[in-house]
């Protein structure tokens, strides 16, 4: 189950989620010498990394990776590590270790077994995964419809990143995310999301339970990690 934190203003929410961030992974690195962060790509994020690249967390012991990755050459603009690169791994969080899911292969299924070492070989439970939301009730690349999604969801399935290809007529591109079971290997989640449309889809997504037409629903509908949703006009 989820809590919903409303903000008055972006600022105030990403201020008061970076500190949430840097609280925990503070916290991980003083349990295990080492700590791991999750972060999404798309449009939302970049004035919160913005925020987080400049705070005092314990950044030469964190790992960084991503929620899910598109398929394309990470110099595109549609590059999710191309977003983490020049919004995030700056300034003090320069000194993060960055674990990309965009390998050399053509295609995302060919690249399952080594973005799944490479997570594997990460800090967790992830110490903070932070997740975005989809009008269509994605989050992650667990895209309503997608070829992969069924075993993306399958938690009896060991593996930490599966290959994703959305429906043609979303636009959406081949894509890899991590798994539902590498997601709920965390100790805290949080659901970054802004303006009416998507608190409106987070409230519908929050009740109801078919996954497969809103995948957000297994992370919200859970009851093994917390879920907090920050939300700011
Ligand atoms: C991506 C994502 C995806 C994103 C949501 C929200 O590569 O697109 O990581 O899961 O978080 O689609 O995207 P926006 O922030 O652009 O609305």
């Known amino acids: 189950m989820s809590e919903l934190r409303e903000f008055a203003d972006a600022r105030a929410m990403n201020r008061a989620l970076a500190d949430a961030i840097v609280e925990r992974l503070t916290a991980g690195v003083a349990r295990n010498g080492r700590a791991s962060l999750v972060v999404p790509g798309g449009t939302t994020p970049g004035d919160l990394f913005d925020v987080l690249a ?3 967390a314990p950044w030469k012991d964190v790992w960084v990776t991503l929620s899910d ?12 590590e191309r977003l983490i690169r020049t919004r995030l791994l700056k300034d003090k969080a320069a000194a993060a270790r960055f674990v990309p899911l965009k390998t050399p292969q053509a295609h995302a299924n060919a690249a399952e077994a080594d973005t799944g070492a490479a997570i594997a ?3 967790r439970p992830f110490d903070a995964v932070l997740l975005g939301l989809g009008n269509d009730g994605h989050t992650a690349s667990l895209i309503p419809g997608a070829d992969g999604l069924s075993r993306a969801l399958d938690r009896s399935d060991a593996a930490l990143t599966r290959a994703i290809r959305p429906p043609d007529n979303t636009g959406m591109g081949e894509r890899i995310t991590l798994t539902l079971h590498a997601i ?8 970054l999301i802004r303006g009416a449309e998507k608190l409106d889809t987070y409230r519908k997504v929050s009740t109801g339970d078919d996954v497969l037409a809103a995948p957000v629903r297994a992370v919200l509908r859970q009851h093994a990690v917390p879920v907090t949703a920050y939300w700011a006009p």
């Open 69 to 80: 990755e598109r398929w394309v050459d990470p110099a595109s603009e549609r590059s999710n």
């Open 184 to 191: 709920l290997e965390a100790r805290w989640i949080a659901l």
């Open 121 to 123: 070989a990460m800090p």
């Open 54 to 56: 400049t705070t005092d």
